[in-house]
């Protein structure tokens, strides 16, 4: 939980903007933003993958097209063809 949301640049590792979150602590009752990096986020997301047979993680691959239904999603990558899911 951080009051504070930065965002850097990339390049020069300085930060570029704050936003302080307790400024809304009269608008809503929760003032903070909840985060977790990336890499955090997507290792407990692979860990619980792999309870499905079926389901395949591909890193860097490059989706050429998503469309979706109310019951699954399908796209394409370059590496698998057409994708259902």
Same mark, same amino acid.
């Given at each position: 939980v951080?009051?504070? !949301?930065r %965002?850097? $640049? ?5 930060? %570029?903007?704050? +936003? $302080? +979150?307790?400024?809304?602590? $009269?608008?809503?009752?929760?003032? +903070? ?5 990336? @890499? ?13 047979? @079926? #389901?395949?993680?591909? !890193? ?5 097209? %998503? ?6 999603? $399908? !796209?394409?990558? #370059? ?7």
């Amino acid at each position: 939980v951080e009051p504070l !949301f930065r %965002i850097w $640049d990339n390049l020069t590792k300085q930060m %570029i903007a704050e +936003f $302080d +979150f307790r400024l809304l602590k $009269d608008e809503t009752p929760y003032p +903070f933003a909840v985060q977790c990096e990336q @890499h955090k986020l997507a290792g407990m997301a692979i860990e619980r993958l792999k309870a499905y047979p @079926h #389901a395949k993680v591909e !890193f860097s691959a490059r989706v050429g097209s %998503i469309s979706g239904e109310s019951t699954r999603t $399908d !796209f394409t990558s #370059a590496r698998s063809g057409v994708v259902r899911a």
